[in-house]
C-alpha cells in the first residue's frame, strides 16, 4: 500500500520528493512557506507538519510543495539616493529556477528598477501567474518572473511595475483600465509598486492638455487606494522633463521657475523659444506643449507621489538640463516625494547634448 500526500495551492510550485522514511511509525511531510517580502528578514521562513500513521512494512512515499508566497509593496525605504534603472521585458533571456539572467544579475548599487512596460488596460487573473494579456514579454511565464523579482528583492532592489511607456497608450482602449487588475498582478509577483509612464498617443506632445491632465491625476488616485502607502506600495511616474517648468498652458505664478522668469532664469531672449533642435542654456525648454504638464498634477496629488523620475532626454537641445531637476525639487520640498534624474548613456539618440 502507498500513501500519496498531494498539497494543492494557487501559487507558483514546484514538487520535491522526499525521500521514504525508514522503520518509521509515521510519515512527516513539511511545507515551507517562504516569505521575501519582509524588510527585516528577507528569508524568514514557516513550516508546518503533516503526521500520517502507517506501519513500517508500508511503501512510504510523499510529494512535498514548496510555495513561495510574495505580496506587493512592502518596498524597502527611500533613504540613500535613488539609482534607478529602466529593464526592458523582451531583452530578458530563457531562465530556469535557481539559474541567473540579465534580469536577475542587475548589480545590487542599483536600488530602484522600473520593469517595461505593462499595458496601462492590462487583464490578469489573479493568481494565474498568465502574462499573455499584460503586455510584459519576459520569454518565460510567471512564476518564473515571480522568482526574478524576488532575485532582485534580495538584492535590496526595489522592482516597480511600469505602466504604459511609448507604445501602450495607442488608443481610447488604453484608458480602459481595471486598477484591481493590476494591483493583483503586483502582488502575484512580488512587485513593489507601479511607475506610471503616461506618453498619449507616444509622445509628450499633448500630455499638457486638460483631458490627459485629469486622467494623470486619476492614475494616482485611483491606483492609492488600493496600494496605500501604509503597506509599502510606492507609486511613481515617469514625466517630461520639462513637466515642472511653467509654461504657456500649464503656470505656477507663485514658482520660480514660472514662464515670465525664463528669460532671467537663461539669461536668453526668446529667439530660440521655440526652436526645440537648437542648442541653448534653456529657453527652448520653456516653449514645448508639454511644459508645466505637471504642475497641476502635483498640486492635486503630489501628496500620493513617491517617486518622479523625469525624463531629462527626449526635451530638445537645451544643454541646461539642471534647470528641470531645480523646477521638480521645488514642488519635492512641498509633497515630499523623491526625484530621479533620468539621462541616456551617450551619445543620445538625437546627439550629444549633454
Known amino acids: 500500500m502507498s500513501f500519496f500526500l498531494v498539497f494543492l495551492f494557487s501559487e507558483c510550485a514546484k514538487e520535491n520528493t522526499v525521500p521514504p522514511l525508514e522503520e518509521s511509525g509515521g510519515l512527516t511531510t ?4 517562504e516569505n521575501n517580502n519582509s524588510n527585516n528578514n528577507p528569508d524568514t521562513s514557516t513550516s508546518s507538519e503533516t503526521n500520517v ?16 508566497v510574495s505580496v506587493g509593496g512592502d518596498a524597502f525605504p527611500i533613504d540613500t539616493p535613488v539609482i534607478l534603472a529602466y529593464f526592458p521585458s523582451w531583452s530578458e533571456n530563457w531562465v530556469s529556477a535557481g539559474q541567473s539572467s540579465k534580469l536577475r544579475d542587475i548589480p545590487a548599487f542599483v536600488n530602484h528598477l522600473f520593469l517595461g512596460f505593462g499595458k496601462p488596460n492590462l487583464r490578469y487573473e489573479k493568481g494565474s501567474y498568465d502574462l499573455s494579456a499584460t503586455g510584459i514579454e519576459v520569454p518565460y511565464d510567471g512564476c518564473t518572473l515571480k522568482e526574478s523579482v524576488s532575485a532582485l528583492r534580495d538584492k535590496g532592489i526595489n522592482v516597480i511595475l511600469s505602466v504604459g511607456g511609448e507604445t501602450f497608450w495607442k488608443d481610447e482602449s488604453s484608458y480602459d483600465i481595471d486598477y484591481q487588475q493590476i494591483k493583483d498582478l503586483v502582488d502575484d509577483i ?29 492614475f494616482f488616485e485611483e491606483s492609492r487606494k488600493l496600494m496605500p502607502r501604509e503597506q509599502g506600495y510606492l507609486l511613481a ?3 517630461a522633463g520639462v513637466g515642472a517648468l511653467g509654461g504657456q498652458l500649464n503656470d505656477d505664478p507663485e514658482s520660480p521657475y514660472r514662464f515670465e522668469q525664463r528669460n532671467v532664469l537663461t539669461g536668453e531672449t526668446d529667439a530660440l523659444l ?17 511644459t508645466g504638464h505637471m504642475i497641476p498634477v502635483l498640486k492635486a496629488v503630489g501628496d500620493e507621489i513617491d517617486l518622479i523620475a523625469f525624463q531629462g532626454y527626449n ?3 537645451s544643454t541646461n538640463r539642471k534647470i528641470m531637476y531645480d523646477a521638480y525639487a ?9 526625484i530621479a534624474a533620468g539621462v541616456h548613456y551617450l551619445p543620445e539618440p538625437w546627439g550629444s547634448f549633454l
Open 190 to 218: 512580488g512587485f513593489a509598486g507601479i511607475d506610471w509612464d503616461f506618453e498619449p498617443d507616444g509622445s509628450f506632445q499633448q500630455i499638457g492638455s486638460s483631458l490627459n491632465i485629469n486622467r494623470f491625476i486619476a
Open 330 to 338: 521645488y514642488y519635492a520640498d512641498q509633497y515630499g516625494f523623491v
Open 274 to 290: 521655440y526652436q526645440g533642435t537648437q542648442s541653448t542654456n534653456g529657453i527652448n525648454l520653456f516653449g514645448f506643449g508639454s
Open 53 to 68: 500513521d502507517t506501519t513500517p512494512s508500508e511503501e512510504q512515499t510523499s510529494t512535498s510543495v514548496s510555495v513561495t
Open 237 to 239: 511616474c515617469a514625466p
Open 315 to 317: 526635451t530638445g537641445a
Open 30 to 33: 513539511t511545507t515551507s512557506t
